[in-house]
Nanobody, 114 residues
């Protein structure tokens, strides 16, 4: 079973940056469309960015210009560089395939607060 292990979250002030990483087990990583999702308290999980195996990216409108998704197929890892963070970016961030596979890793908490 493919597993997802997210890391890199933390507490940051508004306007700050964080870089999230997600290690993915399994040999099929390079062909997967991968995504970063987030779930804020009291809200549904949402997809914020995705990247194809060849590197084509898409973003939710509110993240365009602030977030950058990337991947390293040799390391089975997907990244999310987040800049100009806002309090509304506070959430638990998860990676998964797109569409998701129905089970999730532990996620990584991002808190944006002064």
């Amino acid at each position: 079973q493919v597993q997802f292990v997210e890391s890199g979250g933390g507490l940051v002030q508004p306007g700050g940056s964080l870089r999230l990483s997600c290690a993915v087990s399994g040999s099929i990583f390079s062909i997967l469309v991968m995504g970063w999702y987030r779930q804020a308290p009291g809200k549904q999980r949402e997809l914020v960015a995705s990247i194809t195996g060849r590197g084509t990216t898409t973003y939710a409108d509110s993240e365009k210009g602030r977030f950058t998704i990337s991947r390293d197929n040799a390391k089975n890892t997907v990244y999310l560089q987040m800049n100009s963070l806002k309090p509304e970016d506070t959430a638990v961030y998860y990676c998964n395939a797109v569409p998701d596979w129905g089970y999730w890793g532990p996620g990584t908490q991002v808190a944006v607060s002064s």
